[in-house]
Nanobody, 124 residues
Framework: VQLQAFGGGLVQPGGSLRLSCAASGPTFSKYAMGWFRQAPGKEREFVAGIPWSGRYTDYADSVKGRFTISRDNAKNTVYLQMNSLRPEDTAVYYC??????????????????WGQGTQLTVSS
């Protein structure tokens, strides 16, 4: 599957933004999906994940209660709604897909397909 993340931009602290990740291919609905981010000088980190069914969601502690991951399998798209944004959320955000049932491998980033990333900057 090929992935393309978009929707990043410049947002003031406390603001909101929604990222989208569009996937190509007929089997998107069978993929576990994850969002990750990488800030300058830092390692890539897990942000949020969702299994193919969308029945539950998984979040890093740093974004829990502020970010929401969702997916629309009919549109081959996964979303990341980000609220109450903070300067420390500034990073390049990536989406990724994995073919195995959702488990810890998503959090560790052991995923086979990655999008190109979209920049989020939170600043006044």
């Amino acid at each position: 599957v090929q992935l393309q993340a978009f929707g990043g931009g410049l947002v003031q602290p406390g603001g909101s933004l929604r990222l989208s990740c569009a996937a190509s291919g007929p089997t998107f609905s069978k993929y576990a999906m994850g969002w990750f981010r990488q800030a300058p000088g830092k390692e890539r980190e897990f942000v949020a994940g969702i299994p193919w069914s969308g029945r539950y969601t998984d979040y890093a502690d740093s974004v829990k209660g502020r970010f929401t991951i969702s997916r629309d399998n009919a549109k081959n798209t996964v979303y990341l709604q980000m609220n109450s944004l903070r300067p420390e959320d500034t990073a390049v955000y990536y989406c990724a897909a994995g073919t195995r049932p959702y488990s810890d491998y998503v959090r560790t980033g052991d995923l086979g397909s990655w999008g190109q990333g979209t920049q989020l900057t939170v600043s006044s």
